[in-house]
């Protein structure tokens, strides 16, 4: 069954930083590209970032670019998200979804990021 | 960016009977390949989001054949045809033709 896990939410203060983590089994996970996409409470989905099979290509949305990181270790079939400079606004459930070509599929639980004093 | 526009924002409606979502992107939806990146999503109450249709009408492994995708170019649909208490939630369309990938608002559907 292909799975996606995702770790490593949880209330960090304005500035902070959190790593997220994803874990994937029952596919093969280098031949993929991954994305983290988020859900802020109550609201819609956006895509944050993204990342190809061998890590050599990574795209962020604007608002994040500089802060987050997204990265990626195959053999530990493993995603990951470096998040820096948290803002409130990036409090939201962040999932991680594998790429299709033509859609994401499956999706994680996802893990909630909470930014606030 | 494609902006993914999706109406109604809300579907009340009686179990058993149909239901239908629009959703209109902002462009073109056709890749430079012949194929048009158009997939629908579904999130269940507390739940990740579900991929049920891609590339328009191509239903995804176990998804029932109530649901049913249709459209072309800018403007789509998303048609199920007899509403179960199940199917409650909110459906999302994305397009995955131009990057970065975008996600229309999401149209809730509930029951009456």
């Known amino acids: 069954e292909v799975q996606l896990v995702e770790s490593g939410g949880g209330l960090v203060q304005p500035g902070g930083s959190l790593r997220l983590s994803c874990a994937a089994s029952g596919f093969t996970f280098s031949s993929y590209w991954m994305s983290w996409v988020r859900q802020a409470p109550g609201k819609g989905l956006e895509w944050v970032a993204n990342i190809k099979q061998d890590g050599s290509e990574k795209y962020y949305v604007d608002s994040v670019k500089g802060r987050f990181t997204i990265s990626r270790d195959n053999a530990k079939n493993s995603l990951y998200l470096q998040m820096n400079s948290l803002r409130a606004e990036d409090t939201a459930v962040y999932y991680c979804a594998r790429h299709l070509g033509y859609s994401y599929g499956p999706w994680g639980q996802g893990t909630l990021v909470t930014v606030s004093s | 960016d494609i902006v993914m526009t999706q109406t109604p924002l809300s579907s009340p409606v009686t179990l058993g009977q149909p239901a239908s979502i629009s959703c209109r992107s902002s462009?073109?939806?056709?890749?430079?390949?012949?194929?048009?990146?158009l997939s629908w999503l579904q999130q269940r109450p507390g739940q990740p989001p579900r991929l049920l249709i891609y590339?328009?009408?191509n239903r995804f492994s176990g998804v029932p054949d109530r649901f049913s995708g249709s459209g072309a170019g800018t403007d789509f649909t998303l048609k199920i045809s007899r509403v179960e208490a199940e199917d409650v939630g909110v459906y999302y369309c994305?397009?995955?033709?131009?990057?970065?990938?975008?996600f229309g608002q999401g149209t809730k559907v509930e029951i009456k």
């Open positions: 994305m397009q995955a033709t131009q990057f970065p990938w975008t």
């Open positions: 590339k328009i009408s």
């Open positions: 462009q073109s939806l056709v890749h430079s390949d012949g194929n048009t990146y």
